[in-house]
Every structure is written in C-alpha cells, then in structure tokens.
C-alpha cells in the first residue's frame, strides 16, 4: 500500500537533531511531525524562492535589471536616510529642548505678575 504523502529522507545537523529531540520530549510529538509542520509554515517562503527562479531561468537579463532596480532603491533610501541625519544635535539631548523652539505660554499666574510690574513701571 502506498503512502498517503510523498516520504524523503532528511539528515538534520547535530545541533537540529538534539532540539528535536528536546522537542519531542517536551510535546509529545514526534520530530518527523515537527519537521513537516515547520515545512507547512515555510510553504509561501518556498513558493517565492520556485518562482524568483523560474523567472531568473526564463529571462536572466530581466531579473538581472530587476535585482539592479531593488539595489538602487534601497541605496537611495539609505542615502536619504543619512542625509537626515541631524548630527549637530549633542548625544543625550531630550526632545522638545531644541533652541528654535517656540517658548511656553504664560500661565495666568505669570501675566497677573506681569502686568503689576508695567503699571508700577509706568505709575512711578
């Protein structure tokens, strides 16, 4: 009788095989289960990876511009990103601190004080 699922063999490394086995003592569930279910949730990962191949062997100048087009991108952006860097700003510096800010209203309490010293100013 045939197996319900296709079967393939797999050697993990040293260090899989003893997570696996920590794994199955720990759940229950045998690393063959384990193995399978980490495939099932790789599954969109491999379907990229089938794909960006397929279309590198159909047209390898066109995937050669595209990887091209992506590196430019992303240079740009690491390039803008550096230019907004402010690097006049001193380590440690809390926000709102800055010098062009604009200052704080006057509580009530203040312009009370404030106009008691311009009337006794202008009165003397």
């Keep these: 009788m045939p197996a319900a699922r296709p079967r393939m063999h797999v050697t993990p490394s040293e260090t899989s095989y003893r997570l696996l086995q920590e794994l199955e003592r720990l759940t229950g569930k045998p690393p063959a289960t384990m193995v399978r279910e ?4 790789a599954a969109p990962a491999l379907q990229m990876m089938v794909t960006a191949y397929r279309d590198l062997h159909a047209a390898p100048e066109e995937a050669q511009a595209a990887v091209m087009r992506m590196a430019a991108q992303g240079h740009a952006l690491i390039s803008q990103a550096s230019l907004d860097l402010d690097t006049n700003k001193k380590p440690g510096r809390k926000p709102g601190k800055a ?3 604009f200052p704080r209203p006057f509580t009530p309490e203040e312009l009370k004080r404030i106009r008691k010293g311009r009337e006794a100013a202008n009165s003397g």
């Design 38 to 41: 980490l495939l099932d949730e």
């Design 99 to 101: 010098k062009d800010e």
